[in-house]
């Protein structure tokens, strides 16, 4: 069974912690992207990537940065997290020229900052 | 500037009845149209597609309508079960470059017993 999967369901930390995320996807997909899911917005994309060291910002970069060093593993980083970004992170893969497919989600991570 | 936007933010609906869920789009560059249910603590999963050249597209119990000049498009759940109860987002993307996915607010459905 294809999976994407993101290290933590849960997480709690300080405001002004630097914060990763992980997420890695075993489908061998080139897309991979970070979307946060907040209640009455949908869900929002911050960053995403088409290949190995390549990213692009996306709707709500602000905060956040990302690394994708290899194909399977893309980390979004919070460089100085803050209470406004708390919130649901999903991760995302899809094959390039799929769309019609949809994109395979992770679980989410659901982040806490106090 | 929300390009998709789902005006109704829940829904509730009798099992065995039909389930509309209704969702706008500002973009006219929107080549294709998606829609995900989400449980809660689960990502979303993919339901169902369609492309803009078609105007319906069917998948057993789910069909969904696209109507391109009111940029207007729609998923009918018949009949409807109390397993469909989630929330459903619909989601555009355009044909070129990245074909990232735009999202609209969310519905939840509740099915009623």
């Known amino acids: 069974d294809v999976k994407v999967t993101q290290s933590s369901r849960y997480l709690v930390k300080r405001t002004g912690e630097k914060v990763f995320l992980e997420c890695v996807q075993d489908?061998?997909?080139?897309?991979m992207f970070w979307y946060r899911q907040d209640p009455g917005l949908g869900l929002r994309l911050i960053y995403f990537?088409?290949?190995?060291?390549?990213?692009e910002k996306g709707d709500i970069p602000e905060g956040y940065s990302v690394s994708r060093e290899k194909k399977e593993r893309f980390s979004l980083i919070l460089e100085s997290a803050s209470t406004n970004q708390t919130s649901m992170y999903l991760c995302?893969?899809?094959?390039?020229?799929?769309?019609?497919?949809?994109?395979?989600f992770g679980s989410g991570t659901r982040l806490t900052v106090v | 500037d929300q390009q998709v936007k789902q005006n109704s933010p829940s829904l509730s609906v009798q099992e065995g009845r039909i389930s509309i869920l209704n969702c706008d789009y500002t973009?006219?560059?929107?080549?294709?149209f998606l829609w995900y249910k989400k449980y809660p603590a689960e990502g979303p999963t993919f339901l169902i597609s369609i492309s803009s050249i078609k105007d319906k597209n069917e998948d057993g119990r789910f069909t969904v309508f696209l109507n391109k000049s009111a940029k207007h498009l729609s998923l009918h759940i018949v009949p409807s079960q109390p397993g469909d109860s989630a929330v459903y987002f619909c989601a555009a993307s355009e044909i070129q470059g990245a074909q990232k996915l735009v999202f609209g607010q969310g519905t939840r459905l509740t099915i009623n017993p």
């Open positions: 489908m061998d997909h080139e897309n």
């Open positions: 995302a893969s899809s094959l390039v020229g799929q769309v019609l497919g949809g994109y395979t």
């Open positions: 990537s088409y290949d190995v060291k390549m990213k």
């Open positions: 973009n006219s560059m929107f080549d294709y």
